[in-house]
């Protein structure tokens, strides 16, 4: 029995409402919080009716916060971040929990783990298991403890936070064709699924595109980018992927042009109230080391 004079609604209805803000979706608060669609939906609607105010406008495809459930929001992610913190005071650090990131393996290949011995150098202590799915993220999403993936701005839901501002273009090994590049007869990469292709590069460098349906196509950059580096063609990639290989002359641009990329790598950090010294010590590595590329 809820006593409402308490003013204390059930944790299991904050948490609900909680995770539904951070993904504005309650199938993916449900997959987080390991319930039903249903339950986390009755637990919104439950502490609604407590409190007397409507906390999401329900649409279609994904939820939208009213104002009353914006402000109310601030001051629950608050309350769960000073249990999370009186917690792990009382029970001590947990610095050698394994932290478990997903990330798009592109991104895992060539930006990552370049950079590992920068963060083992300043926290030596913290383990990693990396885990990276091609298709379906979301479908493994709640096994990680963050996330980091590939896509549009409108792919993504409310807590992402873009790490990279791209532009991309095409690159080579630098003995390709003997280094005298022809477009007409080189062999060509494009990865699936993605806004940075050759037709759109051509296009935004007010080039005629006359290949159309003779681009090899491959599921991931990481395919493209070593077909690229083992000298068998011609791949477009972007900044983020291949500025280290660019760097070391690995890789060379063999065009000047370069367009921006719609699509860009986001963060999705783990809920507020979730942190522990080895996640906090991941993510303030990460998002340093974004700003330094970014540089």
């Not at 809820?2 to 609604?9: R, V």
């Not at 150098?121 to 403890?145: F, G, K, N, Y």
């Not at 996330?147 to 080579?172: K, Q, Y």
Request: aromatic share 10%; hydrophobic share 40%; with cysteine.
């Amino acid at each position: 029995m809820i006593n409402p004079t308490s003013g204390l609604p059930p944790l299991t209805w904050l948490r609900a409402f909680d995770e539904s803000a951070r993904h504005l979706s309650f199938t993916r608060a449900a997959t987080e919080l390991n319930l039903t669609q249903s339950a986390v939906s009755q637990h919104v609607r439950s502490l609604e009716a407590f409190l007397g105010r409507d906390l999401f406008v329900r649409k279609t495809r994904m939820l939208e916060l009213t104002e009353d459930g914006a402000n109310y929001l601030p001051g629950i992610r608050e309350a769960f971040a000073l249990i999370a913190n009186s917690t792990r005071a009382f029970t001590g650090s947990r610095e050698g929990e394994i932290v478990r990131v997903q990330c798009n393996m592109a991104f895992s290949v060539f930006w990552l783990t370049p950079r590992l011995h920068r963060l083992y150098a300043r926290h030596p202590w913290l383990v990693l298991d990396i885990i990276t799915p091609i298709w379906d993220p979301e479908r493994h999403a709640s096994q990680a403890a963050l996330e980091i993936r590939f896509g549009r701005p409108d792919e993504m839901s409310e807590p992402a936070e873009r790490l990279t501002a791209d532009r991309f273009f095409p690159v080579c090994a630098p003995e390709y064709q003997g280094g005298e590049i022809d477009l007409e007869t080189a062999v060509l990469f494009d990865c699936a699924g993605t806004t940075g292709t050759w037709e759109s590069w051509c296009q935004a460098s007010g080039i005629a595109f006359e290949r159309s349906g003779q681009v090899n196509l491959t599921s991931t950059y990481v395919i493209a980018i070593n077909a690229a580096l083992n000298n068998a063609g011609i791949t477009m990639a972007h900044d983020t992927l291949v500025s280290d290989l660019l760097a070391k002359g690995q890789l060379t641009r063999p065009f000047a042009d370069s367009a921006d990329l719609v699509e860009g790598y986001y963060l999705l950090p783990p809920s507020p109230h979730s942190l522990t010294p080895a996640r906090e010590a991941f993510l303030t590595w990460l998002r340093e080391e974004a700003e330094l590329t970014a540089l």
